[in-house]
């Protein structure tokens, strides 16, 4: 535990590196309002910080950076996730009052969002395939011998599958048979075994039984979607050719992406900084992540991926809001 004074001391260095990526100097947080002291008391301090593994020193007779427990108490120490300026709570609100489309789009034009507001790469994964019941089921005839299937799920997955039909169907039959798979199908998810009672009608059973073969599949091998937006802004970030070059990388590797997320929150962070998400590819990084649900059900993952020097009250408002107005969005259907 740190002491009032060293505490106001660290979260000054913390918020003027974030500001201006330059190590910190005793003189500059002297004039913090926050810092009540002399340059020569906040030189000792920062000596104590050092020792304790809070700040560090790059070079002889420069200022002080933070360390990742440094970051670490910084955030531990924010009352909430910060607030976002009126343009950007403008930009959200306009953005999901505009929103619509299939998910698919959604997820990928909210991940732009996300990095917009931080200046981050933004990564949405999106809602996995076998967690949704079926809430709506749809067949369309395309032609004489195939027909759509579209069936929605709760967590607003939408499958497709194209049918072909054994027998010319009218509208009537396909509407029958629709109506049948709605019966047997709403309120399972894609992995239950179902199966359909006859219906008395054969050619309505035989395009029923070859919708719901449509269906069958290892949905639970489907990868997760993974939407990355702004991975470019990541290269203004960092200094180093080859620290943008592995996080680009990596960013492109969706199972990586989606496991090294669900393990921070599997850990019941929505912040890891630098070695914490045990990644060590990742180790100049930190990640702010949280949930989204529909109508109550857990559905995906929202977050950003940037440098341990983040804005950490801006990033965590702006995963808080984009992911509590998308969880609202998804919930309306």
């Known amino acids: 535990m740190l002491d009032d004074r060293k505490a106001a001391i660290l979260r000054a260095v913390v918020r003027e590196y974030i500001e201006t990526a330059q190590p910190v100097g005793s003189g500059t947080v002297a004039r913090t309002t926050s810092v009540r002291v002399s340059p020569a008391t906040v030189r000792n301090e920062m000596a104590v910080l050092e020792r304790d593994g809070y700040l560090v ?191 680009l990388g990596i960013l492109e590797q969706q199972l990586v992406v989606v496991t090294l997320l669900r393990d921070v929150l599997d850990r019941g962070l929505s912040v890891a900084i630098g070695t914490e998400h045990g990644y060590e590819p990742l180790a100049e990084c930190s990640v702010v992540v949280a949930p989204y649900d529909v109508e109550g059900e857990h559905a995906g993952t929202i977050g950003v991926v940037g440098p341990t020097r983040m804005n950490y009250p801006q990033a965590l408002a702006a995963v808080a809001v984009v992911g509590k107005r998308l969880s609202e969005k998804l919930s309306e259907g």
């Open 57 to 247: 020193q790059p070079h002889t007779s420069a200022g002080r950076i933070p360390t990742d427990k440094g970051y670490r108490f910084f955030v531990d120490q924010l009352a909430g996730p910060g607030n976002l300026g009126p343009a950007e709570r403008s930009q959200v609100r306009q953005f999901f009052n505009q929103a619509h489309g299939e998910l698919e789009q959604m997820l990928h034009d909210t991940s732009r969002l996300l990095s917009g507001l931080t200046d981050y790469a933004a990564v949405v994964v999106g809602p996995a395939h076998e967690a949704g019941t079926v809430r709506a089921v749809q067949l369309v005839a395309l032609g004489p011998h195939v027909a759509l299937l579209v069936v929605v799920l709760s967590n607003g997955v939408v499958e497709k599958r194209s049918v072909e039909l054994p027998t010319e169907a009218g509208d009537d039959r396909i509407g029958a048979a629709a109506a049948h798979l709605s019966a047997v199908l709403v309120g399972h998810t894609l992995a239950d075994p179902v199966t359909a009672p006859p219906t008395g009608d054969p050619s309505t059973d035989a395009l029923v039984d070859v919708a719901l073969r449509a269906l069958e599949g290892p949905h639970d091998d489907e990868p997760d979607h993974v939407f990355v937006g702004g991975a470019s802004r990541m290269a203004r970030a960092f200094d180093a050719v080859e620290t943008v070059r592995a996080v």
